[in-house]
């Protein structure tokens, strides 16, 4: 089973910028989409931005314009660029891979998660 390894975050303050990285570990199944995740504390998972192959990125309304996914499909690898970073993003972030369709499943795979802190 393929393992996520995630780097890059940190602490910075507001109107900053971080960039984190996302890479597997070991062999996947051929990767269809490329997401992340965050949970901020205390509160459930939400979808921040995926790239769906064929298609454009999308984001989630409140990152739109701040934030920029991009995908290296040679080395199954997936960035997430976070400019002008305000507190409320503030969260445990999560890469997500999803592979192409297999005799009628698909498989994902998760990053251990890594920790984007921008103090008040």
């Known amino acids: 089973q393929a393992q996520l390894v995630e780097s890059g975050g940190g602490s910075v303050q507001p109107g900053g910028s971080l960039k984190l990285s996302c890479a597997a570990s070991?062999?996947?199944?051929?990767?269809?989409?490329i997401a992340w995740w965050r949970q901020p504390p205390g509160k459930e998972r939400e979808l921040v931005a995926q790239?769906?192959?064929?298609?454009?990125?999308t984001y989630r309304d409140s990152v739109k314009g701040r934030f920029t996914i991009s995908r290296d499909n040679v080395k199954t690898m997936t960035y997430l660029q976070m400019n002008s970073l305000k507190p409320e993003d503030s969260a445990v972030y999560f890469c997500h891979f999803r592979s192409h369709w297999y005799a009628g499943r698909q498989y994902d795979y998760w990053g251990q998660g890594t920790q984007v802190t921008v103090p008040s």
């Open positions: 790239i769906i192959t064929d298609n454009n990125p």
């Open positions: 070991g062999g996947t199944m051929p990767i269809n989409t």
